[in-house]
């Protein structure tokens, strides 16, 4: 049964990030991107963390996905006439970034082979677990992303109040 | 596999989901009763006693119509917008607890479809994804009317989202729990015992959850996304036939998954608020009862709101959204929080 929900959304996943990098359209990318996320919201379910999963969708694909295409939106973007013109720094960085990368997961994936997820603990994923687990053994990793957040807002605000001369 | 189990959830879904739809066909008719009875008019009164048969023959007429797509319209999106504000409508509804958990064929069944431990916030989930189908549908039917209502739409239900889920939240932090089941149960007893009166102090959290609901679901006095005088009939102009019916049934559906939240967080949900001399069977029908009834007061509410009330001017809809409910709904659960930390309220 988990291993069908598995392959079902790791191919929405694939999909729609190759729709997002490829099309032409702004729109519909962000709106692959969208599906992507739910998709990737999906399979943290799989994993049994049902809160991670919710905040996923609530956060990124109910708030910030449509905050990006409103902005599209009144941007009144067209299609892309070709493709976008990246330096040729990038386009020989791009694979060898990729590559290494591939290299790494499949490196670890290779040496640890497990043979199965270990069962999981009662009450695994649920908001309480989250919620104890921040405020106890990752309380100063919060804090800090909390400032950080603080930091981007107040940037922001500043930014967009700034008098132009 | 448990195949009673896969067949009571299948039983569910379908009693469920036929009712829901019912429903949203007795609302079409009641809502032009009852504004015809606030408008000293007669309203649909041909078809069938006392026009109940209104429903039907709009349905098939519906269906009859001719299905256009603009000529410029983006055609993936316009095809999908409608299922897309259909489909997280019905979706959000799976959470909500109907009845008490009953006992039949031998085993306890419980009266909701899914009963997860994140219940509330599947519910948000649901119906933050809603808001995709007015973008979407306005983007795509290469309109200025419906692009002006979908960005209209996604602007208000962002800003009155904040309020919505922090009325609830408020809820969450009285009652200890995400999961609906459990924040029903909690408010067992009698009415004082409900969540909106003493059972959770959250009298002003209720009237917040209730405004914003009215926005989030784009009724009157917020239904700035299809302001008629200036935008048509916002983002579904372009729209005819069965798929216009699509958005008009995701709107009712909205109403009553956004009243059906409200009951259960708010309202006692299936609990009656008075005891009964009675158990079993009687009971169990009584407390359904109680829940459709509640389901529809909140209705005719919405319905009686939306004639009664003009509408907001877009700046004032703003206004109202970040300058007065969200301090408002800040305040609300600032407060709740020092409620629950001296254990005044909550358990």
Known sequence: MERIAFCVLAVLVVASALVVVRHKNPVVAAVALAFNLVGVAGLYMVLHAQFVGLLQVIVYAGAIMVLILFVIMLLNLLEEAEPHPAGTFQRWLAPVAAAAFAVTIGSALWRSNPPAFPPVPEGFGTAASVGRELFTRFYYPFEAISLLLIVAMIGAVLLSKRRLP | ?347
């Open chain 2, 1 to 347: 596999m448990d195949w009673l189990g896969i067949l009571i959830s299948g039983v569910k879904i379908v009693v469920v989901f036929s009712s829901l739809m019912l429903g949203v066909s007795i609302m079409t008719w009641v809502e032009r009763r009852v504004s015809a009875v606030i408008q000293f008019r007669w309203g649909p009164n041909r078809v069938g006693p006392w026009g109940l048969l209104q429903p039907i023959a709009d349905g098939v007429k519906f269906i009859q119509k001719e299905d256009i797509i603009p000529t410029d319209a983006y055609v993936p999106f316009y095809l999908a917008a409608p299922m897309l504000a259909f489909v997280p409508a019905a979706f959000a509804f799976t959470v909500i607890p109907f009845g008490p958990d009953i006992d039949i064929f031998g085993r306890t069944v419980k009266l909701v479809i899914l009963d997860m431990d994140g219940g509330v916030l599947w519910g948000f989930a649901a119906t933050a994804l809603g808001v995709y189908a007015l973008v979407l549908a306005g983007w795509s039917s290469r309109s200025k009317f419906s692009l002006m209502g979908g960005l209209r739409s996604s602007a208000q239900m962002l800003s009155y989202e904040l309020p919505l889920v922090l009325s609830i939240v408020a809820v969450v932090l009285v009652s200890g729990s995400l999961r609906p089941t459990e924040i029903v149960a909690r408010q067992a007893g009698t009415i004082w015992n409900w969540n909106v009166f003493g059972g959770g102090a959250q009298l002003l959290g209720f009237i917040l959850f209730t405004v914003a609901g009215y926005a989030e679901t784009n009724r009157l006095p917020f239904d700035l996304p299809e302001a008629e005088g200036e935008l048509v009939s916002g983002y579904h102009t372009e729209y005819s036939g069965m798929r216009f019916a699509t958005f008009f049934m995701a709107e009712y559906i909205n109403m009553m998954t956004s009243s059906a939240l409200a009951i259960t967080l708010f309202l006692g949900g299936w609990h009656l608020g008075f005891p009964v001399p009675f158990t079993g069977w009687p009971l169990w029908i009584l407390e359904i009862l109680a829940f459709v009834v509640k389901l529809a007061a909140f209705q005719f509410l919405y319905v009686w709101v939306r004639w009664t009330l003009p509408r907001f001017r877009y700046d004032q809809l703003m206004d109202l959204g970040w300058k007065g409910l969200l301090p408002l709904s800040i305040g609300n659960l600032a407060f709740t929080a020092i409620l629950v930390a001296f254990g005044i309220v909550g358990k």
